[in-house]
């Protein structure tokens, strides 16, 4: 199995690497030129490095490094910074995700090729009509207005809630949904649910990045898991 990972050089993008290795995975990693890597990674076995921005990939390079691969997971995400937030590509994580989509069609796999994006608690399944309270709908109106990596979350989901769709020939996706991000050393026992059981605003819980990182490569790795949540944005937080 080989697996493109894109957001590799970020705190959760490189422990789904490292977990994506420890199964013999062979991995390709695309990261920014000047992105500083885990020490782990130099000479690493499977491993492949890319050094480049997604967003500076004509369609033809995108479609190159796609090819071949049974899975393709997204990390990608917006640095914590004002340039980060409020400055360009304001579409990272969307953009993306349709590109990576597109790359995907291109290289007419024999198989749908498995598309995993990490999101986020915060971003509702539209699908399934999910309960969120009048207060909770203003604060996340206003985090809409004021944050826009949320609405790149949003619209990344779309890309494959609503553009892909559950029937397409050649990608199947799932979205996982973590709370308030946290670091650990070990994975622990967490659980998964198919949408939020606790507010994400007002009584938030915390999902482990490392916890994130194992999630996601059980998916793409484990085929009952991805029988049971293809097609889904399953929600994961820490078992307490």
């Known amino acids: 199995m080989t697996v493109l990972v894109v957001g590799a050089s970020g705190a959760t993008g490189r422990l789904l690497v490292d977990q994506l290795l420890g199964r013999s995975v062979s991995v390709k990693v695309i990261v920014r030129p000047q992105a500083t890597l885990p020490a782990n990674f130099v ?33 990608l995400g917006h640095n914590m910074s004002l340039k980060g937030i409020y400055g360009q590509p304001r579409r990272l994580v969307a953009d993306a995700t349709r590109r990576l989509c597109k790359a995907v069609e291109t290289s007419r796999p024999e198989h749908p090729v498995k598309f995993v994006l990490m999101n986020t608690a915060g971003n ?36 494959l809630r609503v553009d892909i769709g559950q029937d397409h020939q050649d990608v199947e996706w799932v979205v996982v949904r973590p709370d308030s991000l946290t670091n650990a050393d070990v994975v622990t026992a967490y659980d998964e649910h198919p949408s939020p059981v606790r507010s994400a605003i007002f009584n938030p819980g915390s999902t482990s990045r490392i916890n994130v990182a194992h999630f996601m490569a059980e998916l793409i790795t484990n085929r009952s898991t991805w029988a049971r949540w293809k097609g889904q944005m399953p929600v994961i937080y820490n078992r307490t």
Request: contains cysteine; proline residues 3%.
């Open 43 to 75: 000479n690493r076995e499977h491993l492949t490095i890319i050094r480049a921005a997604v967003s500076t990939l004509d369609d033809a390079e995108l479609a190159r490094h796609v090819l071949g691969c049974d899975a393709t997971a997204s990390c």
């Open 124 to 159: 509702s399944n539209r699908a399934l009509s999910e309960r969120v309270s009048l207060g909770e709908q203003c604060v996340i109106g206003l985090i809409r207005l004021l944050v826009p990596p949320h609405v790149d979350n949003e619209t990344a989901a779309d890309v």
